[in-house]
């Protein structure tokens, strides 16, 4: 019992880093924009991350996260599992906890997969490298896939909006094609992503269709709203400019990065609690285990609670350090991102939102010169991602010789 209370502890601070850094990094650029307050962010994150968490979190989790290693090694010594799964979440969850408080946006996917890497190293686990190889080619494609598509999304923003002689009602007109577009994608990601625990299993046609048909809706909404707004210069001026128009755009996309990330990453935080609880319950190890609402309810809670008590660097980094941001450039990314992954995920790449994010960032900021980004923090960001998974695993390799050499008789 001893055990499994620890490890409840050691998964409810993998939470709590992970909404201190992962959450923090996806609602950074709506804090940078001023789109939200600090306290806006933290709240909307939190029931949105929550909601994900657990409403539509992973029920059912691999006993190894991502597949790395092979659980049946260990069916005839499975403290050797428990012991390695505690090691894996300590040692992610304190790399997090120092990224975090070095204003780093790191992957928590990569952190948990590098520890996970490491056990499955020193027990001599049945690594699987091809998945290793792939995660290391996510470092550049979802970065670089993001990144370009926020480049040529806020190039066409600037050059349809901001360059027009008139750039509130060029926003007010085109606005509704960009709400249909938001719309119909997130609808499009929760279908595909967000909601995989319903089994809403349908068919690309029909998905594109229930997606688009929605999104149609309410881009129509807008068209009406917008027309009329237009017909009143004085408000369209003082209340409908341009960037109040892209403050509602980006702030709904980073609701849905928010739970999405829920509902799709808690397994991050409590994927290898869940293991515990299932070999110290049966005695017997799974290649798949159910994961208990208590499970998710840690996870959850503990996301909420690190956003708020320590998010705000992350924040920091992400919506001023890279570059300046305004609602406009933070929609962008945070539409740019949001496509990335659900395109990567359809096509079987594991790609990091928080790679996603960060690479869109640095497309829109290249879309202003390469004089408005701030190259030192990039440069620390991608170092901080090249060393996330050999670091975790030498954690992971330290703290698990440790607990056989005091707890394993």
């Known amino acids: 019992m001893l055990i499994l209370i620890l490890a409840s502890v050691i998964g409810l601070y993998m939470a709590w880093n992970i909404g201190a850094n992962d959450v923090a990094n996806a609602m950074g650029t709506s804090v940078g924009s001023r789109a939200l307050t600090f306290r806006q962010a933290v709240i ?3 029931i949105f991350e929550f909601a994900g968490a657990v409403l539509v979190g992973s029920h059912v989790t691999d006993t190894v996260r991502k597949g790395i290693v092979n659980p049946m090694a260990f069916v005839d010594e499975p403290q050797l599992l428990i012991y390695g799964m505690l090691a894996a979440l300590i040692a992610s969850a304190l790399w997090l906890h120092l990224a975090s ?18 056990f499955g190293l020193i027990t001599g686990g049945a690594v699987k490298w091809a998945t290793m190889g792939s995660i ?8 670089l896939v993001s990144g370009l598509i926020g480049f040529f999304l806020f190039m066409f923003v600037r050059k349809m909006i901001f360059s027009s002689r008139r750039p509130n009602a060029a926003a007010a007109r085109i606005a509704p094609y960009f709400i249909t577009l938001v719309v119909a994608i997130l609808c499009l990601s929760l279908i595909y992503k967000g909601l995989k625990n319903l089994h809403l299993n349908l068919p690309l046609p029909t998905a594109l269709l229930v997606s688009i048909s929605i999104g149609a809706v309410v881009g129509v909404a807008a068209y009406f709203h917008f027309t009329h707004r237009r017909g009143e210069a004085s408000t369209l001026k003082d209340h409908m400019d341009a960037e109040h128009i892209f403050k509602y755009l980006q702030v709904t996309t980073a609701c849905y990065i928010a739970f999405a990330h829920g509902a799709n990453d808690v397994a991050n ?17 799974s290649m798949k285990v159910q994961m208990p609402m208590w499970i998710l309810l840690i996870g959850g809670g503990g996301i909420v609670l690190g956003l708020a008590m320590f998010g705000r660097r992350v924040m920091e980094t992400i919506g001023k350090k890279i570059t300046d941001m305004t609602p406009s450039r933070g929609f962008s990314a945070e539409f740019s991102a ?3 992954v659900l395109v990567c995920s359809k096509i079987g790449l594991p790609v990091s939102t928080t790679h996603a994010l960060v690479g869109a960032v640095i497309g829109v900021g290249l879309a202003r010169g390469l004089a408005a980004l701030q190259m030192q923090t990039v440069k620390k960001i991608y170092g901080s991602w090249l060393a996330t998974i050999p670091a975790t695993a030498g954690l992971t390799i330290l703290f698990f010789l440790l607990a056989k050499w005091f707890l394993i008789p």
Do not use: K, M, N, R
């Open 101 to 118: 408080h070095l204003g780093q946006p790191v992957s928590t996917t990569h952190s948990i997969v590098g520890s996970i890497f490491g």
């Open 44 to 46: 909307l994150a939190g």
């Open 269 to 285: 935080a409590v994927g290898p609690l869940a293991a515990i609880h299932s070999v110290y319950t049966t005695g017997e190890v």
């Open 136 to 143: 290391v080619a996510s470092w550049i494609i979802s970065p």
């Open 338 to 340: 949001a496509t990335t």
